[in-house]
Each structure stands twice: as structure tokens, then as C-alpha cells.
């Protein structure tokens, strides 16, 4: 029922900018909470940012200063918004969205830090 879709995604510089978004099909107020996880080659999905309706947004200690979640809630639509990106931020980044009682997942974005 629920649909998340991430777009954004692509190859940048180190030091270069990028903003994921993430659509949802219904309203942000309808989730507890939404975040961002990311998963490398070989590794496990690591959390990015979690950002509840209300109170502050949590960030992994690795994207602290340069990682912003922005919620906009007209459009259905949360971002991310990565600034001096570094070649270790390298992953498939997804969106969630969370209720009481379920957990949903958009498809993912690759994004690519190299030069």
C-alpha cells in the first residue's frame, strides 16, 4: 500500500554535493518516524539519519556536519541533503518510513563518490 521511492542518486567528486529524495505515496504525518540507511558492497545496511515527526534528527556519527534531513511535508517528499562527500560514502542509500507496526523501503539509489 505504501510506496517509497528514491531518485537522486548518481556519480560525484569528493567534496561534491548531492540531495536524495524520497517520495512517499501518503502523507508524512502518517509515519512515525522516516530515515535513511545505506548499504555498501559487502557490508551491512548501516542507518544514515532518522527523523521523527517531532524532535530532532538523529545522524550517524560519520555524517554528522555534512548529512541534512529535510522534510517537506506539502509534498510527500523527504531529503537528503549530502554535503563534502567523501569516496567511504559510497552505498545504496534507501528510504524508510516507519508505523507502530511496519517498516517500509523504497528501492534504493546508488550514489558513487569518485573522481
Known amino acids: 500500500q505504501v510506496q517509497l521511492v528514491e531518485s537522486g542518486g548518481g556519480l560525484v567528486q569528493p567534496g561534491g554535493s548531492l540531495r536524495l529524495s524520497c517520495a512517499a505515496s501518503?502523507?508524512?504525518?502518517?509515519?512515525?518516524?522516516m530515515g535513511w540507511y545505506r548499504q555498501a558492497p559487502g557490508k551491512q545496511r548501516e542507518l544514515v539519519a532518522l527523523k521523527p515527526n517531532t524532535g530532532s534528527t538523529h545522524y550517524e556519527d560519520s555524517v554528522q556536519g555534512r548529512f541534512t534531513v529535510i522534510r517537506d511535508n506539502a509534498k510527500n517528499t523527504m531529503y537528503l541533503q549530502m554535503n563534502d562527500l567523501k569516496p567511504e560514502d559510497t552505498a545504496v542509500y534507501y528510504c524508510?518510513?516507519?508505523?507502530?507496526?511496519?517498516?517500509?523501503w523504497g528501492q534504493g539509489t546508488q550514489v558513487t563518490v569518485s573522481s
Open positions: 501518503e502523507s508524512l504525518f502518517r509515519f512515525t518516524v
Open positions: 524508510s518510513a516507519e508505523s507502530r507496526e511496519t517498516q517500509y
